[in-house]
């Protein structure tokens, strides 16, 4: 069973969080996810045990009880859904590094800036039906 726990104090190691849990059975591994650009713990890790039955008298004997100074939440491990995790840099949607609208002939400036059609004299009958 895959448990993921909630909550650990940032001074906790993988060794702790193994033997908090090895107290209701197996333990196959334990281990705090850690912050890749700052190597630091990110508040949250798994812990893997060998037996389902186990694996839920650890969650109803850690659930919200104090470890290093933090009360817990524990719960069964959802599996990863397809997508989760990752991010690519880029945010969904039109918005992509702060260049909102680069449309035409707008010269990559969000008021427009620059010159419009009618500014340049161009034919597009639309700015010049005031003339007729």
Known sequence: MN?????IAYSAKDQDLR???????????AKIIMDKATNR???????????DTAGKAAIEGTNG????????VVNEARPRTEGAGGGGG?????????????????????DGGGYRERD???DRDSYRRDEY
């Open 3 to 7: 448990i993921y726990v909630a909550n």
């Open 41 to 51: 713990s990110r508040g949250f890790g798994f812990v893997e045990m060998s037996d």
């Open 65 to 72: 009880k104090p470890f290093h100074g933090r009360d817990l």
């Open 19 to 29: 033997e908090l849990f090895e107290a209701f059975g197996e333990v196959t591994s």
């Open 90 to 110: 880029f945010r969904s949607g039109g918005d992509r590094g702060g260049y909102r609208d680069r449309g035409g002939d707008r010269g990559g400036y969000r």
């Open 120 to 122: 340049r004299g161009g």
